[in-house]
């Protein structure tokens, strides 16, 4: 299989139960934080027309930007139907009506110009041809249009949580021993249908890159943006949030209160505050985990 068709039966697969596994809301929590990532890359936060977000999901980003009145006719793509028609769905629930489209992020079907903000979150690092992913954004947004994309990978801040990932589930599994492995592990992929375990085994094949800082200024500058600026945020925070993401991702669907992803999200705010405001007067850029990169259409 080419890797554009994993990207799809996988996230296709993916698309009616990506909101639980990554414990995605479209309320307070989640604005907020999709909020904040937009307002390190512009702080004012001012309203855009006409909006695009490339490999948008189940909508995360696009549609929490759009219920605080950043986003005016909103427009999502993805590269899998499951994801767009999800997305197009959970905005109708939330009143808000949005335009999808089932899109390759390096072939954009819009005509030059066509949007004020293209917005993507976690997705660059999925995409193969990356000088051609950028040129489309540059080519859609209208001249002194702005491009924000937040939620991707350094190089060092994977190769770091990867040690967290490991620690999680190994603490996982010794909890199992202990209390019972019925009782605390989720069924796992082993009890999918051959065909949906085909696709959920995917997961480790799908992400392609990590990323320097430089890295992304060039890719963006490459392409024609201007005032180019790399933000990269979150040491411990993240730290914590992929521990716990494995813990959740391992075990059986029920066993942590309700009020849980709420406690993470405190805790992770904590942090957030502790990388933020000391952290990053110390370490270097590429140490924190999450690059948002922003930059502005050629004229
Ligand atoms: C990690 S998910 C992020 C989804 C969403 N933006 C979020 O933050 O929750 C990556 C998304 O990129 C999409 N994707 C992968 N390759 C793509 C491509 N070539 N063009 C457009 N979307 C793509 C996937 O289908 C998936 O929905």
């Not at 009616?16 to 309320?27: A, G, L, R, V």
């Not at 696709?199 to 890295?215: G, I």
């Not at 949030?241 to 209160?257: A, K, S």
């Amino acid at each position: 299989m080419e890797i554009k068709d994993k990207q799809v039966v996988y996230h296709d697969w993916e698309s009616d139960h990506y909101d639980d596994k990554w414990s995605i809301s479209f309320d307070e929590r989640c604005i907020d934080y999709a909020v904040g990532r937009f307002r390190r890359a512009v702080p004012d936060v001012p309203r855009y027309d006409k909006v695009l977000e490339i490999g948008c999901g189940t909508g995360f980003f696009l549609l929490n930007l759009a219920q605080v009145g950043i986003v005016g006719e909103a427009h999502c793509t993805d590269i899998s139907p499951g994801m767009v028609a999800t997305c197009v769905e959970n905005g109708r629930r939330l009143g808000i009506e949005v335009h999808g489209r089932v899109a390759d992020a390096e072939a954009l079907p819009y005509p030059n110009h066509a949007f004020d903000l293209a917005v993507g979150h976690a997705v660059v690092h999925h995409l193969p041809d990356l000088q051609t992913s950028f040129k489309e954004l540059a080519r859609v947004l209208r001249p002194g249009g702005r491009m924000v994309l937040a939620g991707e990978p350094t190089r060092t801040g994977d190769r770091i949580a990867t040690q967290f990932k490991r620690a999680a589930r190994i603490g996982v599994k010794l909890a199992a021993v202990v209390g019972g492995s019925d009782r605390i592990l989720s069924e796992g992929i082993d009890v999918l249908p051959a065909e949906q375990r085909d696709a959920a085994a995917l997961e480790s094949e799908v992400d392609l890159h990590c990323f320097t800082p430089a890295e992304l200024e060039r890719l963006a500058r490459a392409a024609g943006f201007t005032r180019v600026q790399i933000h990269t945020e979150e040491l411990t925070a993240n730290w914590f949030g992929w521990t716990t993401r494995t813990v959740e991702g391992m075990l059986r669907p029920g066993l942590l209160p309700e009020r849980y992803p709420w406690w993470a999200y405190r805790v992770w705010q904590r942090l957030f505050a502790f990388d933020d405001t000391i952290a990053r007067r110390f370490l270097p850029k590429g140490v924190f985990y999450n690059c948002i990169l922003t930059g502005i259409a050629p004229c």
